[in-house]
């Protein structure tokens, strides 16, 4: 076949990142941010699975995932914290908010309230010094024994880091952490669209009330 | 564990299989087309409406009221109470010989068609078996519904005698998968997953189906099969996105279009073609999009991506504004990203709003149906501010004859596959249906025959499977009227992996041509071994296959062969007018290449014309 050669063929000199977007021939890497996104999901079985799934697929970089139900019957909160350039965010939401269980999709702004709940069991040979810390993060002690104390500390994510940092000078023998679950402040629907029902003894409300970070 | 655990699970291994093909063959034969629509639809309201008994007879109610014609298949243990109550229905059954001659069948049914196709299976093995044809069906966007059987849901988890978890298995590749666990719901569960499958972009969806479900007894009708309120997207689009397209249309001094398997499957072609010669806009296509624009049109640039045209790669290269529609922008289509389109900006049409900037970036998203949304830019560009696309057009086609598409022939030596898949084409009509399997006799088909209608080529594009070629001829075959001619171009390789249904075509007697390009090689592993792989043959050399022509005579279908040029004009002719399953053994150059090429990852306007330009 005739034609010119590759080399001699016209190339335009313009350039695409990763994501596809038109770029100067020189761009560094993108950068990457956290973001928390809210999923109203249908309560039926295998729907985390389907999310879990979903993200391990497409290799999309996750925190931390918390599920619970909501005021509504048969409705569930799936909260995911991800760390990705914007473009993988903006696919996470677009993937999720396709599965079929998924009723809406929300990503929660700055002052969104967040939190987390850590169980931490140190070494029992100061119990006074553990219990002064616990007060100062607002905790509980759950279990005190000779040998060990576990406490439960809430609070959004740079409190918890903070609270295992104190605890860790009495050596810390296990943790286990939630993830972060969130929901819009205000009257801001947390995800879009939603219609929140309302339920008196909803330990939903009630545990936020007082949050204040 | 060996033994089923209950009567109900026995397996046909232990029972005499039904001698049922003769009446399948009967049940089977095409309809006489005489039903009026308003039959059909009276039909669909009765099976909607009438109490069905059983959660099987639910399944097989939905499958009528949902309109199903027919369904491929094979029975076993777990899915024996929906074939019982199948062989009182309206629905006809085609037997397959494997599962995944089923799937594939279903899936080039529904193309064809443009409703869903329909599979079935038994659980275990039959359900894994359809894998392959569901991930084909997912990655194509075809939409399909796959019944599996199950063990009865109180041995669920159990490692029970053929369990799997096929919803776990399958929730990757479908669109949504149901796991029926209630025979009052289970009919009204199959309508909505045949109807979401149907639903913006299709896909395809999976009901399992556990045996004390189907056995179950329910007088619950199964009522018109509907999608999720949820899964049903807006038509249109935001008439913002459409106003800021449409200009970017219009100050475009080099317009291209793109046309994705979306506007197939969206029914968009005639807008689609009409847009493009309104404006005088050139078009490429996507290989899945192959048919949405004719071949044989001034305007058209054929296929862009690794084996495309290079005139479509250098247009893709150069263009300025690149007008896609219902693309998923494949990596076999852009190459390396950072170097496709780099000068355009992107304005980019899907009904799925998880496709616009997954890949490449949309300067210009427009989220909507491809019909509807073309007829919009249409109406915003408006006739008089259309782009001048006068010297982008001459350039396109000097770049027509600068890189055309052709080979060498020599008589003497073998055959050019290019040569055989000419032949064809020449000898048979334009709305002709080409199936494939894949590698190079499946680019070769792509590149040598002119397509010029939609839905006219059925292959597997994101998935790549070889074996897809005869079982989508025979869905093909089912689906398609019966003036319309069916080919298959099959590699040997790609061949023996699905040849059994050979015996399926013979039985239904199916007018169908299977053409071999048979290099004796797995020849597309074999054409990178020569260019990545210092020509270290290993694994890729098939000189061990049998005679295609005389195993074909042994299922009862037809054979052929070509050795030389001489024998094609014959053979074509009589391959053709042979009414029946013919398979034309074709002898061609083994070393053979499908050139041009873009090497994985690289530009598109570097395609290779030979191996040394790689
Ligand atoms: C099921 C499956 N297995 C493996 C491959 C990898 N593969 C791609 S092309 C090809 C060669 C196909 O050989 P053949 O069918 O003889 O066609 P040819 O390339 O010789 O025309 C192979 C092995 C595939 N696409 N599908």
Redesign the interface.
């Known amino acids: 076949?005739?034609?010119?050669?590759?080399e001699e063929?016209?190339?335009?000199?313009?350039?695409?990142?990763?994501?596809?977007?038109?770029k100067e021939p020189d761009h560094g890497p993108e950068p990457t941010r956290r973001a928390t996104v809210s999923a109203l999901v249908e309560d039926e079985?295998?729907v985390l699975?389907?999310a879990a799934?979903?993200f391990r697929?497409r290799q999309f970089n996750i925190e931390s995932l918390t599920v619970g139900p909501t005021t509504v019957e048969g409705h569930s909160r799936i909260t995911l914290v991800v760390e990705e350039t914007e473009?993988g965010i903006?696919?996470a939401k677009?993937?999720l908010?396709?599965?079929?269980p998924v009723?809406a999709v929300g990503e929660l702004s700055g002052d969104a309230v967040a939190a987390e709940l850590v169980l931490l069991k140190v070494r029992g040979e100061e119990p006074d010094k553990v219990h002064a810390i616990t007060s100062m993060y607002d905790g509980q002690t759950l279990d005190a024994g000779p040998r060990t104390i576990t406490v439960q500390i809430t609070g959004d994510e740079t409190t918890i880091d903070d609270a295992i940092d104190a605890f860790d000078q009495f050596g810390i023998i296990e943790i286990a952490r939630t993830g972060q679950t969130a929901l819009e402040r205000g009257d801001s629907p947390t995800t879009p669209g939603e219609e929140p029902g309302h339920s008196a003894g909803s330990t939903d409300d009630d545990e936020f009330t007082n949050y204040d970070d | 564990m060996n033994e089923p655990a209950t009567p109900d699970a026995a397996s046909p291994e232990e029972g005499d299989p039904e001698g049922r093909t003769d009446d399948e063959r009967e049940r089977s034969e095409p309809t006489d087309g005489t039903d009026t629509a308003e039959e059909e639809a009276a039909a669909r309201e009765e099976a909607a409406t009438r109490e069905p008994g059983s959660g099987a007879a639910a399944v097989v109610a939905a499958l009528e009221a949902a309109g199903v014609e027919t369904a491929f298949g094979v029975q076993g243990g777990a899915i024996m109470p929906v074939y019982d109550a199948l062989s009182a229905s309206t629905v006809d059954h085609v037997t397959m010989a494997h599962e995944q001659g089923a799937v594939h069948a279903a899936d080039a049914y529904g193309i064809v068609r443009g409703d869903p196709g329909v599979c079935m299976a038994t659980s275990g093995p039959g359900a894994t078996n359809l894998v392959t044809g569901i991930a084909d069906a997912s990655m194509d966007s075809d939409a399909m519904l796959a019944l599996t059987g199950q063990v009865p849901s109180d041995m669920v988890g159990s490692d029970a005698f053929q369990e799997t978890d096929t919803v776990g298995v399958t929730a990757p590749i479908t669109k949504h998968n149901y796991f029926a666990n209630d025979s009052d719901e289970v009919g009204r569960t199959v309508g909505e997953a045949f109807a979401l499958a149907n639903t913006g972009r299709p896909g395809p969806t999976l009901v399992d189906l556990p045996k004390d479900v189907t056995f179950g007894e329910t007088d619950r009708p199964v009522g018109e099969p509907t999608a999720p309120d949820r899964a049903v997207p807006d038509l249109e689009a935001d008439e913002e996105q459409v106003e800021a397209a449409a200009r970017a249309i219009q100050t475009a001094e080099r317009p291209l279009c793109l046309f994705g398997g979306g506007v197939i499957k969206g029914d968009a072609t005639e807008q689609a073609r009409a847009f493009a010669r309104e404006f005088e806009i050139p078009v490429v296509t996507t290989m899945p999009g192959i048919g949405s624009f004719p071949e044989d049109d001034d305007l058209c640039l054929s296929w862009a991506g690794m084996h495309g045209t290079g005139y479509a790669n250098m247009a893709i290269t150069h263009t300025d504004c690149l007008i896609a529609v219902g693309t998923r922008f494949d990596d076999r289509l852009t190459g390396g990203v950072d170097t496709f389109a780099p000068e355009a900006e992107v304005v980019h049409v899907d009904i799925d709003p998880a496709e616009i900037s997954k890949n490449v970036h949309a300067d210009y998203p427009v989220v909507g149906d491809a019909a509807t949304v073309i007829d919009q830019l249409d109406a915003a560009i408006g006739y008089g501010d259309a782009p001048d696309t006068e010297s982008w057009r001459a350039q396109c086609d000097e770049w027509r004859e600068r890189y055309p598409m052709d080979y060498a022939i020599d008589p003497d030596e073998p055959v050019k596959p290019q040569f055989v898949v000419e032949a064809f084409d020449a000898a048979m009509d334009d709305d002709a249906y080409v199936t494939t399997g894949v590698g190079q006799h499946q680019m070769w088909a792509a590149q040598y025959w002119t397509f010029t209608t939609p839905r006219t080529f059925v292959s597997s594009h994101g998935l790549g499977t070889m074996g897809y070629g005869l079982p989508g001829a025979i869905g093909a075959r089912v689906a398609a009227d019966d003036d319309r001619e069916v080919i298959s171009f099959e590699g040997d390789g790609s061949f023996l992996m699905t040849i059994q249904e050979l015996s399926v075509a013979v039985r239904e007697h199916l007018d169908i041509t299977v053409v071999v390009l048979n290099n004796e090689y797995i020849g597309m592993v074999r054409q990178w071994q020569d260019a990545f792989f210092e020509g270290n043959h290993m694994a890729s050399q098939y000189d061990w296959m049998p005679e295609f022509d005389t195993l074909a005579e042994a299922f009862g279908a037809k054979g052929f062969r070509i050795d030389e040029y001489d024998d094609v004009e014959e053979v074509v002719e009589a391959a053709l007018a042979y009414d029946g399953p013919s398979v034309v053994d074709a002898h061609i150059d083994p070393e053979e290449n499908v050139y041009p090429m873009v090497a994985s990852g690289a530009a598109n306007g570097q395609f290779a014309l030979a191996e040394d330009q790689l």
């Open positions: 076949m005739a034609g010119p050669t590759p063929r016209p190339h335009p000199t313009g350039r695409r990142d990763e994501h596809g977007v038109r079985p295998g699975a389907r799934g979903l697929r473009a903006e696919q677009k993937q908010a396709k599965l079929t009723i």
